[in-house]
């Protein structure tokens, strides 16, 4: 509700054909994510969730760039993989409560008290799973995120970032981990070390990237990564910074996609090597540039500090290995921003192409200026989010760790 109508607002110069239909798909897929984060009905979910590709599958193929039929069928072949294995656990686990209770059910409330057999309760986490992670995405099942945010639109890539990647750590939390408790707890190993290989994997690769929006693509893997491995923390610090790490990620990359968009419009140019120096003919661009790359590495008094050190404390809480290995990925994250930011806005205007680039205009700032303001007030008063997320956390905390909710229940005595 956020993000599209400033994806909307960033589209105003950048799309010239079939601007109708652009808007149409647009709002579309504003629609069908809605559902999918308000759905309670497990069916009706997995229906938003699949209508939801067929609007980002129309505005990466038909207002994309040069790859954009490519990458558009490689994004909707991945999903569709993957939900469909998601499809058969939830019709498995409407028939596991019919097998308790006599009548079918797809209503999450009535699911999460499901008992399930050890090996078949595995199965059905696996199967959500693949498809959750695939759509994070998580190390290896990552390779159409660069594809699909290099070739779509800005406002595609805003919304691919700020919020479809998320569905993917909303499903963890929302559904797997409190209605498989024993599934996640024998497969916590694994689900930690595919989090930790993407959170280092994501950051060295963005390193290499020659490309800025590439380079945003592969730090989401990092970022997502570092996401998981709050919400495999299973704890109340590990989830509750994780799930405000998602609105997070979600502010500080929509808006670095927002900001290529906008020097691409001017330059029709991604790569690095072909700026330098932009910081004295952009003035009001650098800055807002700078702020949102603090804002992504984790800067004290902006909002990435706040979700990153409340996942630290939780998975240093389950395993300081775990703590150490997403504080390794904090540093490279800072590395690869901070080496990108020097070599496109420091240093001589070499290029003469770039000596006479307009500054930010109203209509940019307008759009942009929301999501600074919004990273500030997380970073400087989180409070009020954490409030909302306190009582919904403990209640996936005392779903998943037995030894939690055993501990309450003798506080309460």
Excluded at 90 to 111: E, K, M, R, V
Excluded at 382 to 394: G, I, T, W
Aim: glycine share 8%; net charge neutral.
């Amino acid at each position: 509700g956020f993000l599209t109508p400033l994806a909307l607002l960033s589209s105003w110069h950048s799309v010239h054909k079939n601007v109708k239909a652009f808007s149409f798909f647009l709002l579309a897929l504003e629609t069908a994510m809605l559902g999918v984060f308000v759905s309670i009905d497990l069916f009706l979910f997995y229906v938003f969730w699949d209508a939801m590709l067929i609007p980002m599958y129309f505005l990466i193929g038909v207002w994309g760039y040069e790859r954009r039929v490519y990458a558009a069928i490689k994004f909707i072949l991945y999903t569709m993989a993957g939900s469909v294995l998601m499809l058969v656990a939830i019709i498995g686990l409407a028939y596991a409560h019919a097998g308790i209770n006599g009548t079918p059910s797809f209503n999450l409330l009535d699911l999460y008290g499901v008992t399930l057999d050890e090996t078949v309760e595995r199965w059905y986490f696996l199967a959500f799973a693949l498809a959750f992670a695939i759509k994070v995405p998580l190390f290896p099942f990552h390779t159409w995120l660069p594809d699909a945010h290099v070739e779509a639109p800005t406002a595609g890539s805003v919304i691919l970032a700020g919020v479809l990647l998320k569905m993917g750590t909303y499903g963890f939390v929302r559904f797997s981990l409190p209605i498989l408790p024993d599934a996640t707890r024998a497969l916590l190993p694994w689900m930690a070390a595919i989090s930790i290989v993407g959170i280092l994997y994501g950051a060295l690769v963005a390193m290499a990237q020659k490309d800025i929006k590439k380079l945003v693509a592969y730090s989401s893997v990092s970022h997502l990564g570092f996401v998981m491995l709050g919400l495999f923390a299973l704890n109340g610090p590990g989830i509750a910074g994780a799930v405000l790490q998602m609105i997070n990620h979600g502010l500080s990359t929509g808006a670095l996609f927002l900001l290529v968009g906008v020097i691409y419009e001017r330059r029709h140019t991604r790569l690095i090597a072909e700026y330098g120096g932009l910081s004295a003919v952009m003035p009001r661009y650098a800055t807002i540039f700078l702020i949102i790359t603090m804002s992504s590495i984790g800067l004290p008094a902006l909002n990435g500090f706040v979700g990153e050190f409340t996942i630290l404390v939780g998975a240093f809480d389950r395993n300081w290995l775990w703590a150490l290995a997403g504080a390794i990925g904090i540093v490279l994250g800072a590395a690869y921003m901070l080496w990108m930011y020097q070599r496109v806005f420091f240093g001589p205007l070499t290029n003469p192409e770039n000596r006479n680039l307009p500054d930010l205009d109203k209509r940019e700032l307008a759009y942009l200026v929301p999501i600074v303001l919004l990273c500030f007030w997380i970073g400087l008063y989180p409070k009020p989010f954490f409030d909302v997320l306190e009582k919904p956390v403990k209640q996936v905390v005392q779903a998943v760790d037995p030894a939690y909710r055993t501990e309450v229940a003798a506080a309460r005595d």
